[in-house]
């Protein structure tokens, strides 16, 4: 499934990935997470199931997710 669009998102706010940022979750230091909800389904339908385009994939990327816009 690399590079396959498998949800899309409209992000309230952005926050850095600590245990008190998001409760149940261990501090992973220099990333991020967010607070939102799925994407309204004209969106969803336009994204999901396609896929990235390269340029915006680096070969050995071992993060599974991809923010773009």
Same mark, same amino acid.
């Given at each position: 499934?690399?590079?396959?669009? !498998?949800?899309?998102? !409209? !992000?309230? +706010?952005?926050?850095?990935?600590?245990?008190?940022?998001?409760?149940? @979750?261990?501090? !992973?230091?220099? @990333?991020?997470?967010?607070?939102?909800?799925?994407?309204?389904?004209?969106? #969803? #339908?336009? /994204?999901?199931? #396609? @896929?990235?385009?390269?340029? /915006? @994939? +680096? +070969?050995?990327?071992?993060?599974?997710? +991809? /923010?773009?816009?």
């Amino acid at each position: 499934m690399q590079g396959l669009i !498998v949800g899309a998102f !409209v !992000v309230e +706010k952005w926050l850095e990935a600590t245990a008190e940022n998001f409760p149940g @979750r261990e501090t !992973v230091e220099g @990333r991020y997470g967010f607070y939102g909800e799925e994407a309204p389904i004209e969106f #969803k #339908k336009l /994204y999901i199931g #396609k @896929r990235t385009p390269d340029a /915006y @994939r +680096k +070969k050995g990327a071992s993060n599974p997710i +991809k /923010y773009t816009w």
